[in-house]
């Protein structure tokens, strides 16, 4: 039902409540998995309009985006890793559909209140912007 999963992370301790839960789901699927981090800087962000070269923040979102993989694919798991730019809600709606990933699995820090109020939270913006299911995980 999951070949393929999704799983964005945002480089923070909220991380390892979806990866819990990505574990024992590919596992009891035998889903693939896709984690990607999309880097929001400025220089992410402008990254292909003014040809620049990744950040120092970018490298390390990058090594902790493959470390994660290189783990999972230790534990005998289909894994990759995929660091975007730009948009954050944006590129994991994309990268949802070009990975051709069934389930896109995140964590979600609950409300924020005004916050949420007047920017919107990346899993609700994610929400809207795809057709595939989206498993929303309460960070710890």
């Known amino acids: ?3 393929r999963v999704l799983v964005p992370l945002e480089n923070s301790a909220a991380d390892r409540t979806v ?3 990505v574990r024992e789901l590919a596992r009891i699927h035998d889903s693939s998995l896709v984690f990607i981090h999309v880097a929001d800087g400025w220089a992410a962000r402008h990254i292909h309009t003014l040809v620049l ?3 120092e923040e970018m490298q390390r979102d990058r090594d902790y985006i493959e470390e994660i993989c290189r783990s ?3 534990s005998g798991f289909q894994a990759e890793a995929v660091l ?3 948009d954050p809600a944006a590129e994991i709606a994309a990268a949802a559909a070009r990975e051709e ?3 896109i699995a995140m964590s979600t820090h609950g ?3 005004f916050g949420d109020l007047i920017h919107g939270s990346v ?3 994610v929400r809207h912007l795809t057709t595939v299911p989206v498993l929303m995980v309460r960070a710890s």
């Open 72 to 74: 999972f694919v230790a």
């Open 101 to 103: 990933c069934d389930l």
């Open 53 to 55: 070269r990744e950040s």
């Open 1 to 3: 039902m999951y070949g």
């Open 19 to 21: 990866l819990a839960h």
């Open 84 to 86: 975007a730019a730009g």
């Open 123 to 125: 899993a609700t913006t």
């Open 111 to 113: 409300h924020r209140f």
